[in-house]
């Protein structure tokens, strides 16, 4: 199993109100990106690209010295995460069997998830297999649809929920591991039909249940893992995390 690595780092973080990437945001003194490439890192991977947008020498600077394996992959418009992923489609390597895609600021994010994913990915010899979590307040958040069987029939956004579906807790954390057959032929497959104009990768899950095939999906322990920073108020929750933690 040859996995490549992609962390989706192109964002602007409007809410944020500052003019440098997301990414850069500070956490406790170092920035989003180096905290999830420091545990990508912990679980082997060698083949690793970042998607870059917005100022993007900015964040191979700031990688590069600290992490100089990393590829970098340009998303010059900023059209969804589908997009981001198909951007990096001729940066893959041949050999790669597996393609682990996630957020270059959720910090707190975990080896041992990752590594547990990985596995159930492999035993459940599934197409794709997606981190979710249980959110006390899941607003904001692509929500996980479940059969009754308890298997992943469907990722929905916020925007495009209806009542119903927004009040599921459990929500897709951007983290996901696709075999490469199963991702890459399909993102052609996606449209910018939706509220928000964009090509959601979340729509691969989507596509591939409709053509029957097995997606799984895997609660992380603690949904802090999984936590985004959105807004000045989110990053100040992580820091007091974080400080607890030490």
């Not at 609660?219 to 959105?230: M, Q, R, S």
């Amino acid at each position: 199993m040859e996995v490549t690595v992609i962390i989706l780092a192109a964002g602007l973080g409007k809410r944020m109100k500052q003019n440098y990437p997301k990414v850069l945001t500070k956490l406790a003194g170092k920035e989003l990106i180096k905290y999830v490439l420091e545990t990508v890192s912990q679980i082997g991977r060698s083949d690793i690209i970042a998607v870059i947008g917005f100022k993007g020498e900015l964040v191979k600077d700031a990688v590069t010295p600290n992490f100089p394996g990393v590829k970098f992959a340009l998303q010059a418009e900023q059209l969804g995460t589908g997009h981001a992923v198909m951007c990096t489609r001729e940066m893959i390597p041949e050999n790669t069997t597996d393609i682990l895609v996630l957020c270059g600021d959720t910090p707190l994010i975990t080896s041992e998830s990752l590594i547990n994913l990985i596995q159930l990915h492999i035993e459940s010899s599934s197409k794709a297999t997606i981190l979710t979590a249980d959110l006390p307040d899941p607003t904001g958040y692509g929500r996980i649809i479940r059969d009754g069987d308890g298997g992943v029939v469907g990722i929905v956004e916020q925007a495009d929920a209806t009542e119903e579906q927004r009040m599921i807790k459990e929500i897709n954390s951007g983290v996901y591991i696709f075999k490469k057959e199963a991702l890459l032929p399909n993102l052609d497959k996606l449209t910018s039909n939706n509220s928000q104009g964009e090509y959601y990768l979340t729509d691969i899950i989507r596509i591939l249940f409709n053509s029957g095939e097995k997606i799984s999906g895997l609660k992380a322990g603690d949904f802090h893992e999984i936590l985004g920073v959105n807004t000045k108020e989110h990053l100040e929750s992580l820091e007091e995390i974080i400080r607890g933690q030490r």
